[in-house]
């Protein structure tokens, strides 16, 4: 240990003389001044130098796979939290664009800030709501749902091809997001690419529970899942059909596999697929469990209290998972740089998080502690104990390179697990972008190799890379197994089973801002406020709060922009480009040869953003002030309480 310091000393020393190999940078470090500008160069070198000098500490140290992913979550978050993007005073893409907006950058990034107070997450916001609409530009591929009961709806898309295959492809998504990461938009759909295909697509849509779905377990879901098969051959006419679980939904999948091969119904099951989905919990990664047993109980009892597991706890968790992509990169964006977020459809996905049963909940953590799934017998469902290796159809296990949720290693452990032949595939990519990406998409690859033992890094030694998507080799792999195809049927559903509404359905719109929320129940011997002391708390407390940040922050950017101001005409331009290497770099003088029309643009610019800011300055301390009186004059009634 005491080397590596020696070292880190060392590479130090030799970044402040500008003399150290230069260490690669990632896409936080794109703006070419962390490259050109001695400073911001030697600013990003000593940042990249200290990490790679903790993860080498971290990597020395002896620990068991569940204490390293735990320690290496941590790790990864504080030194997120620690890069010199994260500041607007180092991050010189955050210097430009106030130059270039005049200040506006600087209090649009606070309003961004002061808007996202109000989440519920805590978080950053990552995506532009308002460019989509569930239905219209996000799963609105064309289909319709044929059966539903308390916790799914089925939906079945409308054929696109003359001829279709004989055995439909019934999907299980998971229950923390929603299905539509397989129809993120018309342009980027999995749907639709396998409808053009010929293949009958079916997907289950899990309800977004509440208190009313509290007692819904394991048993509930394989239930669902085992009538969802019963249906979606009953419509199709098909004897067998391929069922495919991604992520959570993979999990709830061979649970099914394994109730229907117990209940010897498994000749309903042509194949089986378990995409980005870890089984065996002792190779889970850190966020997806516990860090011990107190933990695991606080939230099982916070549960019962709310009546569910709250969405808004699980997106805070997958966030930490990737604490620069989810977290600092849309701080810097939003808040650092001023500007609106994007309008990603697979962002809108992320963000689109749901609840979790509390019966689910409690089932998935008391298995994931005893790693219950992997022991057979140890998992019971519908009285029915359960054990993998009786799933003996051919299996496709699919893992992605660069997942944060579900490691492919532990992809690759579920081989060992099953009695049937197993196919391991590796995707190039992550958690949600592997799967989420349509065959035909270009510069996809993926890996195939033989699978003849436990470990993943022979696999991977003896494996082949493709080009195209793992979807395109999937669709080789049912084919071999059932190559038979038909016309393609004129309408959804079946006389049994008619539609009942069109795709993507209901239970697909119901968001956590609408989901009712349950307090948790308060100790006997709290005394119960009353409603007016609840609305002058609640009000005085957020105005104190806004109030104290808006006046720090407008006194800071105030004091920074009137000295910007205060420079003289050459200023801006000059040492701007003498730091940042614009376009003057080479001749800083030019700025004096500039026309008088773009020196006085420039400099009412940086006068009118001064005067702005403290006018919102002196409008805030006088907000404070009738906020204070109003809570000083507020009567007990709620009529004389603030709104």
Same mark, same amino acid.
């Given at each position: 240990m005491s080397e590596r310091m020696r070292d880190l000393a060392a590479h130090l020393a030799a970044v402040a003389m500008d003399d150290a190999e230069p260490l690669p940078l990632d896409r936080r470090f794109a703006d070419p001044a962390w490259t050109?500008?001695?400073?911001?160069?030697?600013? *990003?070198?000593?940042?990249?130098?200290?990490?790679?000098? =903790?993860?080498?500490?971290?990597?020395?140290?002896?620990?068991?796979?569940?204490?390293?992913?735990?320690?290496?979550?941590? #790790?990864?978050? $504080?030194?997120?939290? &620690?890069?010199?993007?994260?500041?607007?005073?180092?991050?010189?893409?955050?210097?430009?664009?106030? =130059?270039?907006?005049?200040?506006?950058?600087?209090?649009?990034?606070?309003?961004?800030?002061?808007?996202?107070l109000a989440s519920p997450t805590g978080l950053p916001t990552t995506v532009d709501h308002e460019a989509f609409e569930i239905g219209v530009n996000i799963a609105a591929t064309t289909g319709k749902v044929v059966w539903s009961n308390r916790i799914c709806e089925l939906i079945q898309y409308a054929p696109r091809a003359t001829d279709v295959s004989v055995t439909p492809s019934l999907i299980v998504p998971s229950t923390i997001n929603k299905f539509y990461s397989i129809d993120l938009s018309p342009e980027q759909s999995v749907v639709a690419a396998q409808l053009e295909r010929g293949h009958q697509v079916f997907a289950l849509s899990w309800v977004n529970p509440d208190e009313s779905h509290a007692d819904c377990g394991f048993d509930t879901y394989v239930s669902a899942i085992a009538e969802a098969v019963e249906v979606t051959r009953e419509i199709t006419d098909a004897p067998q059909l391929h069922l495919v679980g991604m992520c959570g939904g993979g999990v709830l999948a061979a649970l099914a596999a394994a109730y229907l091969a117990a209940v010897d119904r498994q000749s309903e099951l042509a194949t089986l697929t378990i995409a980005i989905a870890v089984i065996d919990d002792d190779f889970a990664a850190a966020g997806t469990s516990f860090p011990d047993d107190e933990a695991a109980e606080a939230a099982k009892d916070r549960a019962r209290e709310l009546g569910y597991f709250d969405g808004n706890d699980s997106a805070r968790s997958f966030s930490f998972m990737r604490p620069i992509e989810a977290i600092w990169m849309p701080v810097v964006n939003s808040y650092v740089l001023g500007r609106r977020p994007p309008a990603i459809p697979l962002l809108? &996905?992320?963000?689109? $998080?749901?609840?979790?049963?509390?019966?689910?909940? #409690?089932?998935? =953590?008391?298995?994931? *502690?005893?790693?219950?799934?992997?022991?057979?017998?140890?998992?019971?469902?519908?009285?029915?104990?359960?054990?993998?290796?009786? =799933?003996?159809?051919?299996?496709?296990?699919?893992?992605?390179?660069?997942?944060h949720v579900s490691p492919w290693q532990g992809c690759f452990r579920t081989t060992c697990l099953l009695g049937g032949d197993v196919t391991f595939v590796r995707a190039t990519g992550g958690h949600v972008t592997t799967v989420s990406r349509p065959p035909g998409t270009p510069r996809a690859r993926y890996r195939t190799g033989p699978v003849s033992g436990s470990d993943p890094e022979s696999w991977l030694a003896?494996?082949?890379?493709?080009?195209?998507?793992?979807?395109?080799?999937?669709?080789?792999?049912?084919?071999?197994?059932?190559?038979?195809?038909?016309?393609?049927?004129?309408?959804?559903?079946?006389?049994?089973?008619?539609?009942?509404?069109?795709?993507?359905?209901?239970?697909?719109?119901r968001r956590l801002s609408a989901t009712p929320r349950r307090q948790p129940a308060k100790t006997d011997n709290a005394s119960e406020p009353t409603r007016e002391e609840q609305v002058m708390a609640t009000y005085e407390e957020l105005t104190q709060q806004i109030g104290d940040a808006w006046i720090a922050?407008?006194?800071?950017?105030?004091?920074?922009?009137?000295? &910007?101001?205060?420079?003289?005409? #050459?200023?801006?331009?000059? *040492?701007?480009?003498?730091?940042?290497e614009w376009p003057y770099h080479e001749k800083p003088e030019a700025w004096l040869d500039a026309p008088p029309s773009v020196r006085e643009a420039i400099e009412a610019n940086f006068a009118l953003s001064s005067r702005l800011l403290a006018a919102q300055h002196e409008l805030t301390l006088k907000w404070l002030d009738l906020a204070e009186q109003a809570s000083r004059a507020a009567g007990p009634s709620d009529e004389s309480a603030p709104a």
């Open positions: 050109n500008n001695a400073y911001f160069r030697q600013l *990003a070198q000593s940042y990249l130098a200290t990490c790679r000098a =903790i993860q080498g500490l971290l990597d020395c140290v002896d620990l068991d796979h569940r204490t390293r992913a735990r320690l290496q979550l941590a #790790v990864d978050n $504080q030194l997120a939290a &620690w890069a010199p993007t994260n500041n607007p005073f180092t991050n010189p893409a955050a210097w430009k664009e106030a =130059i270039d907006t005049g200040g506006r950058s600087l209090l649009q990034g606070f309003a961004n800030w002061v808007g996202d809108y &996905w992320a963000a689109d $998080q749901t609840n979790l049963a509390t019966r689910f909940g #409690v089932d998935m =953590i008391e298995a994931t *502690a005893t790693n219950a799934l992997v022991r057979p017998g140890a998992t019971t469902v519908l009285g029915v104990p359960l054990d993998l290796r009786d =799933i003996t159809v051919d299996t496709y296990v699919l893992g992605a390179s660069t997942d003896g494996s082949t890379e493709h080009d195209g998507t793992w979807w395109d080799h999937w669709n080789e792999w049912t084919s071999e197994r059932t190559p038979a195809y038909r016309p393609a049927p004129q309408t959804c559903g079946s006389q049994k089973h008619p539609p009942l509404a069109d795709a993507p359905g209901a239970y697909v719109r922050a407008f006194k800071q950017t105030e004091e920074q922009m009137a000295a &910007w101001a205060a420079q003289p005409p #050459v200023s801006p331009v000059a *040492a701007t480009s003498a730091v940042f």
